[in-house]
């Protein structure tokens, strides 16, 4: 065979996907617009735009994200089609850096943590003074919880028409913890004010008035309400959480009734840590000091503090004493 020129045609191109390597650069997308996620449902986040109620869209997670997790209350940035009509759907780019986070747990045993919601200033903890009957540990969980978390924890006790609130109250002495009340009688407006302009959530166990009490802060929001049963536990009405503005500016976050708050990913120091005052004396506790003071640890540097500090060490060891517990 005589020799020829090879040209193009000569050469077969297998068909599928090209060998170019998959580049890493990602977008800047400057043009993203900043928003505030408010609800969550099935892979898709409600968001509402620079903190505008009425400006709300529905967004994806975009692909560089992979699977970054995204709760209410998270700050993102925001691309696409931000028109916020229906059937339309943006991208979520970027999720800021959280301020604060309220955890959980689903038991004492589960160390996978869950992130409740993002970047609250206050935890509204709902306490029913009846039916059903209040219980302290919730509330003790939920004060480590908000401690640590960075948010500033609030009581606020409902149904005060079937029971009177002081002697519940009376057994959080010393936390410098605010109490609000909230039955149906109860005038709001000591309520509001300390909502005001703030990211609250609320939590608490089913039954409680939750909903009953976002209802009359949000007229609006129509949020379902249901009866107590038999055994004197709430049936769960909310099922997903739900931010909702204030008229007086500030948002409220609706949560779903809780069984059970989990603290197991929570240490001791965490909890000292949380107490401004108390922080700096653990720094001369032996490792793996508990600070619980004796017997269980001898050696506690809390156990040198007088006045009011000393108050406040009880305080810390109570909330220290459910966390052993846990």
């Known amino acids: 065979m005589s020799r020829r020129e090879y040209d193009e045609s000569d050469v077969r191109v297998r068909p599928g996907r090209g060998s170019r390597p998959r580049t890493k650069t990602r977008p800047e997308h400057a043009d993203a617009r900043s928003g505030m996620v408010v609800t969550v449902d099935r892979g898709r986040w409600g968001c509402v735009l ?3 109620p009425a400006h709300h869209v529905t967004a994806m997670r975009a692909r560089e994200l992979g699977r970054t997790p995204i709760v209410v209350g998270d700050e993102v940035d925001i691309v696409g ?19 604060t986070v309220l955890r959980r747990t689903a038991d004492d045993t589960d160390p996978t943590e869950r992130v409740v919601v993002a970047n609250a200033d206050q935890l509204l903890i709902v306490v029913a003074l009846a039916d059903p009957p209040p219980r302290t540990g919730l509330v003790e969980r939920a004060l480590i919880a908000a ?35 909230a039955g149906r009688a109860d005038p709001l407006e000591s309520v509001q004010a300390l909502l005001a302009d703030k990211v609250t959530v609320l939590l608490g166990h089913s039954g409680v008035g939750k909903s009953t009490l976002v209802n009359r802060l949000v007229p609006e929001a129509d949020r379902a ?15 997903q959480s739900i931010a909702l503005p204030l008229a007086a500016g500030g948002w409220v976050i609706d949560t779903p009734g809780i069984r059970s708050f989990g603290l197991a990913h929570i ?31 001898p050696e506690c540097a809390l156990d040198g503090l007088e006045g009011p500090a000393a108050d406040r060490v009880a305080a810390a060891r109570r909330l220290l004493a459910v966390l052993r517990e846990a």
């Open 81 to 99: 089609d931000l028109s916020g009509r229906a059937d339309t759907l943006a991208r979520i780019v970027r999720r800021a850096e959280r301020r």
């Open 267 to 297: 240490a001791p120091d965490d909890v000292v840590m949380a107490f401004s005052d108390l922080a700096d004396a653990i720094e001369d506790c032996p490792r793996g000091c508990g600070h619980m003071g004796p017997p269980a640890d």
């Open 147 to 181: 401690f640590v978390g960075g948010l500033t924890p609030i009581l606020c006790l409902t149904k005060t028409d079937l029971a009177e609130p002081e002697p519940f109250a009376a057994q959080f002495a010393g936390l410098d913890l605010t109490i609000a009340t």
């Open 225 to 239: 309400t249901g009866a107590v049963t038999d055994i004197g536990r709430g049936r769960h009405t909310s099922t």
């Open 50 to 52: 620079d903190g505008d």
